[in-house]
Each structure stands twice: as structure tokens, then as C-alpha cells.
């Protein structure tokens, strides 16, 4: 069965950094390419950062482009999501799962972990 854990989020003020983490229990975890996307409140689920399989080649979105840096560590099963110079538009629940842009679907989704960023 295939899980993502979300973690690292909370309440930041603007300009902080927050470090996002997500456990995959899939098999074969190496071979496919990952990404961090986000849900605000009525607004539909985007994607933010993609990652390849090997961690050579990333992308962004326009709005985070600049301030994330997402990586990846094959050996732990785990994605990471640095976010830097946080904004107000940031808050929204994060997610991981694999890059749909890359495969075409992605998996079960997890819980996602709550960004919210307010002075």
C-alpha cells in the first residue's frame, strides 16, 4: 500500500523559512519522479515543485520559483520541500506524490501538512 506522510508545517510570518518532509512508503521509490503540490482554501490543487528520479533536474511554479528547493534522498524514501521567504499567498495544506506532470496520474493522496502564513 502506498502512504505519504507530510510533515514541517505551521504558523510562520512572512519572510520565514519553513522545511517541509514526506515519507513514501512505495515500492520502488527511486524510480519515479516527485512532487510537492498545494491546496488553498477554494482554490484548486497545483502543483509547485517537481523533482526527476535521480534528483538531477527540478522545476517550479512561476509563484514559488526563486524561494523552494525541492530534493530528494533515495536512500530514506523521502522528499523535502525548503521554503524560503515565505508569503501570505503560501498558506495552503502541502502535499507530496508523484509528478503528474512527468507520469500522467498520481497516487492515493496523504494528509498533507497545514502552511499558514500570517504576522
Known amino acids: 500500500q502506498v502512504t505519504f506522510v507530510e510533515s514541517g508545517g505551521g504558523l510562520v510570518q512572512p519572510g520565514g523559512s519553513l522545511r517541509l518532509s514526506c515519507a513514501a512508503s512505495?515500492?520502488?521509490?527511486?524510480?519515479?519522479?516527485m512532487a510537492w503540490y498545494r491546496q488553498a482554501p477554494g482554490k484548486q490543487r497545483e502543483l509547485v515543485a517537481g523533482i526527476t528520479s535521480g534528483g538531477s533536474s527540478t522545476n517550479y511554479a512561476d509563484s514559488v520559483k526563486g524561494r523552494f528547493t525541492i530534493s530528494r534522498d533515495n536512500i530514506k524514501n523521502t522528499v523535502y520541500l525548503q521554503m524560503n521567504s515565505l508569503k501570505p499567498e503560501d498558506t495552503a495544506a502541502y502535499y507530496c506524490?508523484?509528478?503528474?506532470?512527468?507520469?500522467?496520474?498520481?497516487?492515493?493522496w496523504g494528509q498533507g501538512t497545514q502552511i499558514t502564513v500570517s504576522l
Open positions: 512505495i515500492r520502488s521509490f527511486s524510480m519515479y519522479a
Open positions: 506524490n508523484i509528478d503528474r506532470l512527468r507520469s500522467g496520474y498520481v497516487l492515493l
